[in-house]
């Protein structure tokens, strides 16, 4: 059986309306997403990811292999995210993609007016 390719992906956060949860701060829009790795490796054990530079924490690493490896983080704007699987026989998978990317695939069951607003801001457009 062959193993599924491991794929970087992003959701939105939701609030009880549907919503993409959002702080307005500085003239921006912060976002608060949920970066994930889905189809890992069986045998992974860590996600490293590598935010955009101007983060607090720009590194960041899940151990949370039952939620994805999930990592929330709060965005504004489109960036390169990359992130690199650890396994446990010492192979890592590096995955990269555009942060809009990644929220459009990761929310492609769940595309609103609202959600599709949120992608545009992301993206700039």
């Known amino acids: ?13 939701l609030d009880e ?4 949860r959002a702080t307005a701060e500085g003239g921006r829009t ?4 949920r970066l ?8 992974a054990f ?11 924490l720009p590194l960041r690493e899940s151990v949370r ?7 929330e983080i709060t965005s504004y704007g489109d960036y ?7 396994t446990r026989e010492g192979r890592r998978v590096r995955l990269q993609r555009q942060l809009s990317e990644a929220l459009r695939d990761g929310m492609s069951k769940a595309i609103t007016p609202s ?5 545009k801001r992301i993206r700039g457009s």
Request: no cysteine.
């Open 46 to 56: 860590a996600v490293n990811y590598e935010l955009y530079e101007d983060y607090f």
């Open 36 to 43: 994930f790795v889905d189809d890992a490796p069986e045998t």
């Open 17 to 20: 309306a549907g919503k993409p």
């Open 115 to 119: 959600v599709e607003g949120a992608l």
């Open 1 to 13: 059986m062959t193993e599924k390719k491991a794929t970087l992906k992003a959701e939105f956060l």
């Open 65 to 71: 292999k039952r939620q994805s490896f999930d990592e």
């Open 80 to 86: 390169e995210v990359r992130a690199e699987v650890r």
């Open 30 to 33: 912060h976002y608060e997403i």
